[in-house]
């Protein structure tokens, strides 16, 4: 959420839930109602990996965008699948994640999980480990959001969990994917970074979409206009697109010519 103080700030003023939509963060939603709020240690987002999660890192330079939209079990929109195989999606997520149930840093993970069966968890203060699983259809978390507070039928295929046979997980190599550092400093930093974040972002992914930059100067582009930022704390919305604007300009100047 680039607008997350003024998003939940006016929901709490009307009075009315956010219902998240997104799969993750559905899943962090309906696990928590299996306590209180102020029962909950933190959250656990979980990921997928991408294409690259075993890829050799000297060779993640010479990844092809037909290559990159490949992904292992989600199909998604371009510019969504490269985040994806980035990881600068979950850095998104974790922005997300502090706005949506008022998180700190410190309690949000992320942890890799290759089936997406798994879309992710809370643990509470006793050490209760609470999953919402399913198979990786976005229409379960959609239609979960359209009739909450009820649960009804819905057009996804049961999970079958004799036929899928095992679920693994994995601690996300920070070195092979850099970009989970930036949705931590994201929420540290708060202001206006994370707008910048997510507009350098997408101008370096067009960029990689059209073979301007490889995959591995995603990151770096964003996170220097994320450095050169001077960030405006609390900011109203007109700050927001500006900031929005600002970074856009100045991620398009750090590219090749």
């Excluded at 199909?75 to 997300?96: F, H, P, V, Y």
């Excluded at 995603?218 to 929005?244: F, N, Q, W, Y």
Aim: glycine share 6%; aromatic share 6%; charged share 25%.
């Amino acid at each position: 959420m680039v607008a997350g103080e003024i998003v939940t700030s006016l929901a709490s003023k009307m009075g009315v839930k956010l219902l998240p939509v997104d799969s993750e963060h559905s899943a962090i939603f309906q696990s928590l109602l299996a306590g209180q709020r102020s029962e909950l240690r933190k959250v656990i987002l979980t990921a997928s990996g991408g294409p690259f999660r075993e890829y050799p890192r000297e060779k993640l330079q010479d990844v092809t965008p037909e290559q990159a939209l490949k992904h292992p079990t989600w199909q998604m929109g371009k510019k969504i699948t490269i985040d994806s195989a980035t990881l600068i999606n979950k850095a998104l997520e974790i922005i997300e994640a502090k706005w949506l149930f008022g998180l700190e840093a410190q309690q949000i993970d992320v942890v890799i999980h290759p089936q997406s069966i798994i879309h992710s968890m809370v643990e509470f203060q006793d050490g209760s480990v609470i999953a919402q699983m399913g198979l990786p259809d976005m229409k379960l978390p959609i239609q979960y959001a359209l009739t909450y507070p009820q649960r009804r039928p819905a057009p996804v295929e049961s999970l079958s969990l004799p036929k899928l046979g095992g679920l693994t997980f994995f601690k996300p190599d920070m070195e092979r994917f850099p970009a989970l550092r930036l949705g931590y400093r994201a929420v540290s930093e708060g202001g206006t970074i994370p707008a910048v974040l997510n507009a350098a972002n997408e101008v370096a992914v067009e960029a990689f979409l059209d073979r301007r930059i490889k995959l591995t100067d995603i990151v770096p582009i964003t996170e220097g206009t994320m450095d050169r930022h001077k960030k405006c704390e609390h900011p109203s919305l007109g700050e927001i697109l500006a900031a929005d604007q600002w970074a856009r300009e100045e991620a398009r100047k750090n590219l090749p010519k």
